[in-house]
């Protein structure tokens, strides 16, 4: 069945680090593929998505491109900051109504 | 826009009780969805429903039961609870009945129950 996978966490980056969050999917047909957040206390909202194959989402600095031929969306953004720290949720769409999200990788940036 | 709305924000029951967690959206949204969230497991679908009068069966539905009488209400029952649904639960909604193929989901601030 549809699945999704990301690395677990807890990843711990200083200020202005590099951050990579892999994520790779199992689907059948074409699913779109979403990163959400969550901070504390608070429920997901979404960060970016992307709907067909080499599409780029991109929001507040994250960004992840929709690889087809890897079946992947890795997050990435270039130079994190305190504020997010949070936890980030991989998520494929599907046809049939539903969401599929993955674990969660928890993101600490120490000041 | 108040958005999607949870109540109550914690619970804590005993085994064997009942009770209903509230969601409400203001967005006129078709799509509306339950999701439990416990560590490890990300989100796990529980039952959803594409319009009102309709709703189905996710992934993990036993002890649960929903029902949509309009639009903007969706209530999740317990009927008898269990220790195993101590769990943040998450309402969710969205623009069309497509729901999850390319539509962002909004999520209430959840609801954290525990079950003795």
């Known amino acids: 069945g549809d699945s999704v996978t990301q690395m677990e966490g807890p990843v711990t980056l200083s200020e202005e680090a590099f951050l990579t969050i892999n994520c790779t999917y199992t689907?059948?047909?074409?699913?779109?593929l979403f990163w959400y957040v969550q901070y504390p206390g608070e429920g997901l909202q979404l960060l970016l998505k992307?709907?067909?194959?080499?599409d780029k989402g991109s929001n507040k600095g994250f960004e992840a491109t929709y690889r087809k031929e890897t079946t992947s969306f890795h997050l990435e953004k270039g130079s994190v900051q305190v504020s997010d720290s949070a936890v980030y949720f991989c998520a494929l769409g599907t046809g049939g109504f539903k969401t599929i999200f993955g674990a969660g990788t928890r993101l600490f940036v120490k000041a | 826009n108040a958005g999607v709305t949870q109540t109550p924000k914690f619970q804590v029951l005993k085994t064997g009780q009942s009770m209903t967690l509230q969601c409400a959206q203001d967005m006129n949204h078709e799509y509306m969805s339950w999701y439990r969230q416990d560590p490890g497991m990300g989100l796990r679908l529980i039952h959803y429903?594409?319009?009102?009068?309709?709703?189905d069966q996710g992934e993990v539905p036993n002890g649960y039961n929903v029902s949509r009488s309009t639009t903007e209400d969706f209530p999740l029952r317990l009927l008898s609870a269990a220790p195993s649904q101590t769990s943040v639960y998450f309402c969710?909604?969205?623009?069309?009945?497509?729901?999850?193929?390319?539509?962002?989901?909004?999520f209430g601030p959840g609801t954290r129950l525990t079950v003795l």
């Open positions: 992307a709907t067909k194959a080499d």
């Open positions: 429903s594409v319009g009102a009068g309709i709703t």
């Open positions: 969710a909604s969205s623009y069309s009945k497509a729901g999850a193929l390319n539509n962002e989901q909004f």
């Open positions: 689907a059948t047909g074409y699913p779109s």
